[in-house]
Nanobody, 128 residues
Framework: QLQLVESGGGLVQPGGSLRLSCAAS????????IGWFRQAPGKEREGVSC????????YYADSVKGRFTISKDNTKNTVYLQMNSLKPEDTAIYYC?????????????????????WGQGTQVTVSS
């Protein structure tokens, strides 16, 4: 069964950095678009960044542009989210999700939050 496992979350001071990992099993990244999403306490889940499995095209939410970078390593079957210049408002549980290529665009994937497969999430806390 297709599985996604997030890791790399933790406590970091404002201005700091973290790198999240999303490890995929039972499927290969070449055939799936992968997205990072987050949900802060009392708020709705939102799309952060998504990456195409076919050509590596990326999408970023305006709130993270210039600070976060999504990438993937097909040899490790893992997608990363490098988060720099972190702010307290980035505090949330971060989830990764997967959709088969061709179901939707990566922008729609990030906006619609209708992905088929989800990980369990990893907590990111930005606080001094």
């Amino acid at each position: 069964q297709l599985q996604l496992v997030e890791s790399g979350g933790g406590l970091v001071q404002p201005g700091g950095s973290l790198r999240l990992s999303c490890a995929a099993s039972e499927f290969t990244l070449d055939y799936y678009n992968i997205g990072w999403f987050r949900q802060a306490p009392g708020k709705e889940r939102e799309g952060v960044s998504c990456i195409s499995g076919s050509d590596g095209t990326t999408y970023y939410a305006d709130s993270v542009k210039g600070r976060f970078t999504i990438s993937k390593d097909n040899t490790k079957n893992t997608v990363y989210l490098q988060m720099n210049s972190l702010k307290p408002e980035d505090t949330a549980i971060y989830y990764c999700a997967a959709d088969p290529i061709g179901i939707t665009t990566i922008q729609a994937m990030c906006v619609m939050l209708e992905s088929d497969y989800w990980g369990q999430g990893t907590q990111v806390t930005v606080s001094s």
